[in-house]
């Protein structure tokens, strides 16, 4: 077939290949990539069913149909006014923090990048609450742009601390340096938001991060920025398999090192802080994802990060078909869910790696 044909030239050129130390893994030929996408796409369409489906009160597929087709007189048609907005929300949100990640963890050759380890989801939170308590912002769009400009103040912030002494950036002190910074900007938030007891609850729940109680009204002023982050990242993704060589590498093959980077740390900060401003800070989503779609797509980032959002979209919208199930009636936040799920795939990277070698 002529796919497996150029399936077996694609894993010659990519057996040669030099790859980065912190992100070498075998890679699978087109063929078994393919196999996996589509198992994705599978996946997507089960968990939007479910997520149609389960929630305080059961609704059966006949009756989410006859609500589509405009019979109102339905139970049906409650279930999708309000989770049809919710599950798109999700498969947004999580598309966007996979591909961040993904982007994250190829422009700081770092296997612990991450939105939320690094900071940048606190940021992004931080500035939205400043916005809300101090100038009363409501507008949808401003929402968006104050997280947006959070994220990237954070991002720079965190990476400069990281860097101060012998040694540079490491993986170890960008996860320490988001650490200490998302504890301080955690900390402002809630001295922000402790004054303001008329926002007080919103906020605390928000800062949660979950897709619960979506209208068409939040994810339309948020579709522009996160379709541009989307096109931005994916430009990057042939950069960031040179910048994988090294700046000397990449330099030597005519990569302009500096504008490359600059590219993809736009396309994360875009992704993370228009989520962010939507959703609340949900974490370990960008860390967990590009990490298992390596096992499958390999380190290419011309395939890990379309894998990388698919799976996102995938993970964060069982997550919350899973949180909605665990805790009936009630329902948990998708954000203690995916806490829950990228703690142990964070000590097991952490152990895996070995202190040392970060």
């Known amino acids: 077939m002529p796919i497996c044909s150029r399936a077996r030239r694609a894993s010659r050129s990519e057996r040669d290949r030099a790859h980065s130390p912190a992100l070498s893994v075998s890679h699978p030929g087109a063929c078994k990539r393919f196999g996996w996408g589509v198992a994705m796409v599978l996946l997507l369409v089960v968990a939007m069913g479910l997520s ?26 409650a279930a999708v006014a309000s989770r049809l907005p919710r599950t798109l929300l999700a498969i947004l949100a999580g598309a966007a923090l996979g591909l961040s990640g993904g982007v994250m963890q190829g422009l700081t050759r770092n296997p612990l990048a ?10 992004a939170a931080l500035a939205v609450v400043i916005g809300l308590a101090w100038f009363g912002i409501e507008d949808a769009t401003l929402y ?4 947006i400009l959070g994220a990237g103040l954070t991002a720079v912030a965190v990476y400069a601390i990281a860097s101060l002494g012998r040694g540079g950036a490491t993986p170890l002190r960008l996860a ?8 301080a900007l955690s900390s402002l938030t809630t001295a922000v938001v402790l004054p303001r007891g008329d926002i007080a609850g919103l906020v605390q729940s928000w800062t949660v991060g979950g897709v619960g109680g979506a209208t068409r009204d939040q994810i339309v002023p948020v579709l522009p920025f996160l379709f541009l982050g989307l096109v931005i990242a994916l430009l990057s993704a042939r950069k960031l398999n040179l910048l994988a060589l090294g700046d000397d590498t990449a330099t030597g093959l005519g990569e302009k090192v500096a504008l490359a980077r600059a590219m993809a740390a736009v396309a994360a900060v875009l992704l993370c802080g228009a989520t962010t401003a939507v959703c609340g800070p949900i974490g370990f989503v960008g860390l967990v994802v590009p990490h298992a779609c390596r096992l499958l797509a390999g380190s290419d980032y011309r395939w ?9 979209a995938v993970l964060l919208t069982f997550a919350d078909v899973f949180g909605r199930l ?14 829950f799920i990228g703690a142990p795939v964070f000590i097991w990277i952490v152990r895996r790696r070995k202190v040392g070698a970060l």
Do not use: H, K
Request: overall charge negative; aromatic content about 8%; glycine content about 16%.
């Open 52 to 77: 149609m489906t389960f929630g305080a009160r059961d609704v059966g597929w006949s009756e989410i149909v006859a609500a589509l087709y405009g019979q109102v007189e339905t139970i049906g048609e």
């Open 114 to 123: 991450d939105p939320g380890l690094l900071g940048v989801n606190a940021g």
């Open 144 to 147: 968006i742009w104050a997280a």
């Open 176 to 183: 320490l340096a988001g650490a200490v910074t998302t504890a």
């Open 304 to 312: 890990l990060l379309p894998f990388s959002a698919l799976g996102g």
């Open 326 to 339: 665990v805790a009936r009636p009630a329902e948990l936040d998708v954000g203690i869910v995916t806490a």
